[in-house]
């Protein structure tokens, strides 16, 4: 019912930039909060960055000044900029959404997508 896609992976040298997006798609009454999560092998997964409806964002120590978040609410998507990437930055990153799906649910729920590599040589 509720996909989040997400693109814009890849492999980049240290001090390179990166651009994630993500996508919800489906049944979708409103979108709260977004975000990206991380996990590195062998490593519990983190947050990175969130953004509300309103635009309040929130970010992890270790990326604060490099990343970005932003989301285009007409379009239901998030964006991840990164910049000053650092071999540290890899990990699978994986998109977060706080979803209500009809104007009848009280709650809202939570959805991820299918995670995205990001690689960071040195």
């Known amino acids: 019912q509720v996909q989040l896609v997400e693109s814009g992976g890849g492999l980049v040298q240290a001090g390179g930039s990166l651009r994630l997006s993500c996508a919800a798609s489906?049944?979708?009454?409103?979108?709260?909060?977004m975000g990206w999560y991380r996990q590195a092998p062998g490593k519990q997964r983190e947050l990175v960055a969130a953004i509300t409806s309103g635009g309040s964002t929130n970010y992890a120590d270790s990326v604060k000044g490099r990343f970005t978040i932003s989301r285009d609410n007409a379009k239901n998507t998030v964006y991840l900029q990164m910049n000053s990437l650092k071999p540290e930055d890899t990990a699978v990153y994986y998109c977060?959404?706080?979803?209500?799906?009809?104007?009848?649910?009280?709650?809202?729920?939570?959805?991820w997508g299918q995670g995205t590599q990001v690689t960071v040589s040195s």
């Open positions: 977060n959404a706080e979803i209500v799906r009809t104007r009848w649910d009280i709650i809202a729920y939570d959805y």
């Open positions: 489906g049944s979708i009454f409103r979108l709260n909060v």
